[in-house]
């Protein structure tokens, strides 16, 4: 039996000007007014500037500015530079990139909404019919869980930042939710062109981080059409499979005919991109289950409350994001190392699957998940807040000499228009409290909307009071223009010797240091990155004998992080 008794008034959907404006307020902060940052940031956004302005090479053969990056796939560098190529003479390179960020977002988002949607839609999804009427019509449920999933999605605490980056696991996470779209379509009609568009979708994925996420997938999506769903299983073997192999096999031999073989990557790539499995090593259950407890937090408990109210009618809108939810937990443990980036692919099904434990979830329930959320981000929304005040004003005296500690050399600067939305926010954030503890609507949605809100006012805050702190600390715009000013105007190249890619990405960009395109090059200079004292004494006497130091510097707020830069002493 259906365990979802619901009146009308329950499934009353958000606003869409709301949820347009919710969604604008998470993602378009962060975009503007800042530097490439020293994360994959700016190694991402390095791709795609050497791709704009680079040759068929570049685009083929991911790279910054000759440093082969053959880790990731290339479509979220293609997309980013093509958004350069087109904006970049307007909004200037690393803002144009960074609309990619906006570009992935919108996928994501309109993939988990539209994935629940359907799911929500089946009539064994739907609640049970009141004996006097009353029930919601099958429309408005399906759009209410829909806006619940898309809430559960943001309100994600391992996703803010992530989706914020110019790199790969933006788009990773986007096309992951795509695929359970298309899947979902694909299983609810069984048509031929929802097929196609998972295969596609699948494919994709590939060209984004490999074989490993979409080949686990199309697994789990066989094996339950075979148990299950044998009327799509057809559908799956004629459309899905071959388009998912068709779209990345295209361009490795798009790549093995036009990049030369000494310049290739697409051999490393597809060997690489193979996960090599091995038990389920502790450390990774460890790393895991840490990891996803603060990560995918409200969706896991949700969506384990789901699984267990549904337990006595499991049909495919619990089945299909919870046999997603299965493929990716096996390959993280059985993965030769477990990283936080690789776990972010479980938010949109645990999403899917949360949102379906709205319409029973207890009433106390409710109440703590809302209670966490308005202790827990009220107090680091008026921590940002005094942090601010503390920066401009030196009150509370210790919070700002810890804030000057850790970026020495800042200078506070003061932003009428920052301020004024900062504010705005606060207030909009006590009115949504008011409004949800006073007057407790009944919607589905109203367990994670002050997760949401709550997460969405702390970026807020972040991006408009902490940003000049934050671009200060994570930006080379400052080392990039002292090594930019020992360089002279005419000279060839610089070769460079443990130089990461995000560093050499900024100083490439920022700086517009003419880095060796090849390893064999003999350039003029040598730029080499220190981490360590031991380190950088251990190598300076490698280089004395042939180079002459010319400059030695880091940014103030690493001290385990340095510079120095040589000129060769003969030609």
């Not at 083929?60 to 087109?86: T, Y």
């Not at 144009?96 to 839609?121: D, E, K, M, N, T």
């Not at 790199?167 to 609810?188: E, G, I, K």
């Not at 308005?374 to 401009?392: C, D, E, H, P, Y």
Request: proline share 6%; charged share 15%.
């Amino acid at each position: 039996m259906r365990p979802v008794r619901l009146p009308a008034a329950a499934t009353i959907t958000l606003p869409r000007w709301g949820l347009i404006g919710l969604c604008l307020l998470y993602i378009l902060p962060g975009i503007i007014r800042r530097d490439p940052w020293k994360t994959d940031d700016a190694a991402g956004f390095g791709v795609m500037w050497t791709m704009a302005h680079g040759t068929m090479a570049d685009w083929l053969s991911p790279n910054i500015v000759g440093l082969p990056m053959p880790n990731d796939g290339p479509l979220a560098f293609w997309i980013g530079a093509i958004l350069i190529k087109l904006f970049g003479w307007v909004a200037g390179d690393a803002l144009a990139a960074r609309l990619s960020i906006l570009v992935f977002f919108v996928i994501g988002a309109a993939s988990v909404w539209r994935a629940a949607y359907v799911l929500g839609g089946r009539g064994e999804a739907q609640p049970l019919k009141l004996a006097f009427g009353g029930q919601p019509a099958a429309l408005d449920y399906g759009r209410t869980l829909a806006d619940g999933a898309l809430l559960i999605y943001m309100a994600c605490l391992g996703l803010l930042l992530r989706s914020h980056e110019t790199a790969t696991p933006a788009l990773h996470v986007a096309l992951v939710a795509a695929s359970f779209y298309a899947a979902a379509c694909v299983f609810d009609s069984a048509r031929s062109k929802d097929a196609l568009l998972l295969g596609v979708t699948l494919g994709l994925l590939v060209l984004t981080r490999g074989w490993t996420v979409p080949l686990g997938l199309l697994m789990a999506m066989l094996l339950l059409a075979a148990l299950r769903y044998r009327q799509v299983l057809q559908q799956l073997v004629l459309f899905a499979v071959p388009m998912t192999l068709l779209i990345p096999l295209a361009w490795v031999a798009a790549h093995s005919l036009l990049v030369p073989a000494d310049q290739g990557l697409a051999g490393q790539w597809m060997s690489g991109k193979f996960l090599i499995p091995g038990g389920p090593a502790l450390t990774n259950i460890r790393f895991i289950g840490k990891t996803l407890l603060w990560q995918a937090w409200p969706a896991w408990p949700i969506a384990l409350w789901a699984i267990y109210a549904w337990r006595t009618q499991v049909s495919l809108h619990i089945l299909l994001p919870a046999a997603g939810i299965a493929t990716l937990l096996l390959l993280n443990l059985a993965a030769p190392v477990s990283r936080d980036v690789d776990l972010l692919p479980l938010l949109p099904p645990l999403a899917i699957l949360a949102t379906f434990g709205l319409p029973t979830l207890k009433r106390g329930a409710i109440n703590a998940i809302d209670w966490f959320a308005v202790m827990t981000l009220s107090a680091i929304a008026a921590f940002i807040w005094l942090g601010w005040i503390a920066k401009q004003t030196g009150w509370p005296a210790q919070l700002a000499k810890n804030a000057f500690k850790l970026a020495p050399g800042f200078k506070p600067e003061f932003n009428l228009v920052a301020l004024l939305i900062a504010l705005a926010s606060s207030v909009g954030w006590v009115l949504l409290l008011q409004w949800r503890l006073g007057r407790r609507p009944p919607v589905l949605w109203r367990a994670v909307v002050l997760s949401t809100g709550g997460l969405v006012l702390c970026w807020l805050l972040l991006m408009t009071l902490w940003l000049p702190w934050l671009n200060y600390g994570q930006s080379y715009a400052g080392v990039a223009e002292q090594i930019s000013k020992h360089l002279p105007d005419n000279y060839r190249c610089v070769n460079a010797r443990g130089v990461g890619p995000a560093q050499r990405a900024s100083f490439a960009y920022l700086g517009e240091v003419r880095f060796s395109k090849t390893a064999d090059e003999r350039c003029e200079f040598l730029l080499v990155q220190d981490t360590g004292v031991r380190k950088q004494r251990a190598q300076l006497s490698v280089v004395e004998s042939e180079f002459t130091l010319l400059w030695q510097g880091r940014r103030a707020s690493d001290r385990n992080e340095s510079f120095r830069l040589f000129k060769r002493a003969s030609p």
